[in-house]
Nanobody, 122 residues
C-alpha cells in the first residue's frame, strides 16, 4: 500500500489549490481515505474523509464550504479541492488510509503518504 500526496504550494489568501492522493498497490475505491494536516508546533488534525462503502464525505467545521474531497476511480486518485484558503490553512497535508470507516483520530490510520506543503501567505 503506497500513497503519494502532491499539489501543494504557495498561494495567496483567498486562493485555491487542489491536492492529489495517488494510490499504488491497491484500489482506492475499496478504502477509506482521510486528509490530515499538521502545522508547525501543532498536533496533526483531520480535515476531510471519504468513505469506501458509499463514498460519503466528511469535513471538519473549519473547512466546510471551502474544501471538497472527491475520488476518481479511473485514476485511482483522491483529490482535495481547497478554495478560499486562509493563512491558518498553512500546514503539511497528508493523505492516509487503513481504518474501516472515517475518523478524525489520526492514530487509526496506519498508511500515510509523504505529505505536501501548503503555504497561504501574501
Amino acid at each position: 500500500v503506497q500513497l503519494q500526496a502532491s499539489g501543494g504550494g504557495l498561494v495567496q489568501p483567498g486562493g485555491s489549490l487542489r491536492l492529489s492522493c495517488a494510490a499504488s498497490g491497491f484500489t482506492l475505491d475499496d478504502y477509506v481515505i482521510g486528509w490530515f494536516r499538521q502545522a508547525p508546533g501543532k498536533e496533526r488534525e483531520g480535515v476531510s474523509c471519504i468513505s469506501s462503502s458509499d463514498g460519503s464525505t466528511y469535513y471538519r467545521d473549519f473547512v466546510k464550504g471551502r474544501f471538497t474531497i472527491s475520488r476518481d476511480n479511473a485514476k485511482n486518485t483522491v483529490y482535495l479541492q481547497m478554495n478560499s484558503l486562509k493563512p491558518e490553512d498553512t500546514a503539511v497535508y497528508y493523505c492516509a488510509t487503513d481504518p474501516p470507516r472515517c475518523s478524525w483520530d489520526y492514530t487509526f490510520f496506519g498508511s500515510w503518504g509523504q505529505g505536501t506543503q501548503v503555504t497561504v501567505s501574501s
